[in-house]
């Protein structure tokens, strides 16, 4: 594998148009990455899925050039219809297109940041391998007091040019004071089978807002990875909602450090798993202050040779005091081949808080369905109504009423 | 005034803390297969048991120490530690209690358990393990009238071989983790009971464990076994002296229940937990396994954990007959600079298998909690059902307090429902006990006894009473 990687690393470097000290600081991570080689199982983070064997099985051999110099053509029959947004678009790994037409352009800075450092510890090697292959990475800032009129959305999309398996990409964004953004990451069916590995930063200043919207609705081949670090100062909150459906593997990873008093957190997510699909999700919340709160809700439908797992963990600093913290996670085993698994954990260094977590799996409630079925719907039908009702449940906590709308007609869900 | 920022008072003397002056005989300090052959010699076990036990000897050099559990502790050196200790005047067994040596007696009575018969009115009959040795069994002919046999486990090796044979480490076999394997490898005593088919134990059966030597580790071994039909309770009660090093205890125990048995196994648990320094205290390293292997039958466990420096276990149940039930009942208390890592893990293999898991943490001073648990429910363990409630209350903000549960369902009949809180003594209780009448530490008490009700109330009622009192002095010096 290591010689592939430095092979490939070379390629890059040579069609390129980085500078030296960015090539230097590339290879560092290159050469962390073939040191620490992919997750495995025997890391406590990476138990209940194990990516390497994953990769192995799908993608036997994993390439990873990718000639970042040509452009590609956008198509825009990918775009969303029915909502009016601004758009940053990505075939390949590349941005096309930074697209913010709705908005004022004073507001709204672009800046490379290739060289800016990962600000956090982690031993997560797909880190490594993120920064050793991306293309120039950029930081959206948006200034203080500025509210986004219209959502942004970041289209991934891949197209038959592609050279590599491994696709990675990174953006990072900074919300000034009293600034919002809605942000929707739209996956689109794709069916090749990559690798694609995404990496976000976010950094909340004081009373900002960020919404993030994750959407891997369509059926589709490739195995996803992805991590939100976020950082937030007082006041502000941030909103993920997870949709985990698309894709053979996704794994989501959120990490987030509520750094200020008063701020918080919310993370809704929905498992709707059908034939062989093995999704996860990875939350960690650090309440590192007083006064914080978090909240995260978890709700799996899972079919025929399924497999989730919610990994979700709460961490409260002996100086967070009077934190809140909620996590709950319910399944619903529609096969006999289907599974679930899950690690809430508390990890709790304070004594005035309120933390608490449940999780619940099962079957389909077979008295809700006879109920059901007594008032004249067929078997199919009352099933259907239970599990709408059950996945409808996340879908209300989004607060954006435009794009509760757009996601509830995308799953297909009805209110 | 606020508890939080006074510092944690001085806990009161660890009433268990003497030493009994008695003479010792030892096996050489070290671990290596003269040792073994030492103690298996000492013993006078017949051959195969030596070669159980050199077999786990191998395997046990292929092993490493784990280390993902929350408590870190300095390396242990196992060749600085001597593996068998033993009374002198209990090295030609005493028939009777008459010939004991005084001194035991003395000890006993001092923790108060009298081993003389005529002194237990309220029937329960007691093993007594003083080091690496069984000093005296209580009520054996009243027990041997129904065919129980409760015994030593030297003694069982030599008189019910078969029984031995067939079952010991069935449940935990050689090849499991580190300490486990230690344990089979060098283990001194500890208890055996059989009930046979249909016997329901006429009283509670008990243990008491005492490591009185130093540099010593203690290792029993365990073996409960449950025939057809049969039911019994077993209590197992622990102390220690106070001294500076740390002591391993690394115990494993048995249990096997045969089609439509019950085995109900209490701990009270209270080895010196090293002082408000956390200086020296005993390693509670044990493995508990309960397997109910026949259809219908129930294990279930429940601890008091109070003492030990560092407490890491996880009793658990394997859920193998169908309609098997398996119950998990905990109280873990830290104070000072005690830590617990303790859980269990219920393993569903069979249909209709049924369990639930009730654990209380109560953290204080600098203490650390976590509870770790496992429930996993097999594929074939059709329309089984799991329900587990951990709660941690949290005394001041230099402890810790954590819970992390592993749940895995592959089963679409089953179902499994988890809940945690963590919290602590609301101010609106604690002022309302008070205006009451009560002192700050009374309400303290009386909040945590409610709070631990749910698992005391699964005690037999002699323990009980003990168990709550002990509680009560666990806590002492928490609140200010």
Redesign the interface.
Known sequence: MSEQLQSDFDKLVKTSKFSNEEIQFKKNFLNNFIKKGFPNRKQ?DWKFLDISQIIKKNISNLSYFNDYSQSNKIDPSIFVDGLEHNKIIFINGRIEKIDFNFEDQNKIEIIDETKKDISFDYENSLIDLNSAFTDKVFKILIKKNYSLKKPLIVYHSINDEIKSTNINLRLDFELGENSCLKLIDYFSNNTAKNFINIFYNFNLEKNSILKNYKIDKFINNNLKYSLNNIEQDNNSVSETFILSAGSDYFKNEINCNLNGEYSSAFINGIFSLKENQQHEIRTTINHLVENTKSYQLVKSVLGKNTKSAYQGRIFVN?KA?KTDGYQLSK?I???????????????????????????????LDENSIFYLMSRGLNYQQSKELLINGFLMDVVEKITDVEIKNLITNIIGLKQ | MDTREKDIEKLKDYKYGFTTDIENIKAPKGLNEDVIKFISNIKKEPNWMLEFRLKAYERLKLLKEPNWQKPKYPKIDYQDLYYYSAPKSMKDKPKSLDELDPKLLETYKKLGIPLQEQARLNGIAVDAVFDSVSVATTFKGELTKHGIIFCSMSEAIQKHPDLVKKYLGTVIPVTDHFFATLNSAVFTDGSFVYIPEGVKCPMELSTYFRINASETGQFERTLIIADKGSYVSYLEGCTAPMRDENQLHAANVELIALDDAEIKYSTVQNWYPGDENGKGGIYNFVTKRGLCKGNNSKISWTQVETGSAITWKYPSCILKGDNSIGEFYSIAITNNHQKADTGTKMIHLGKNTKSKIISKGISAGFSDMTYRGLVDINSKAKNSSNYTQCDSLLMGNKCGAHTVPYIKNKNFDSNIAHEATTSKISEAQLHYCQQRGLNPEEAVGLIVNGFCKEVLQQLPMEFAVEAQKLVGISLEGSVG
């Open positions: 406590e002996s005091q399944a085993l529609l096969d006999e081949t289907s599974e679930f698994n899950a690690k809430p954990e508390l990890e709790i260094y304070a004594d005035d808080v309120k933390c608490s977590h449940g999780s619940a799996s099962g079957s």
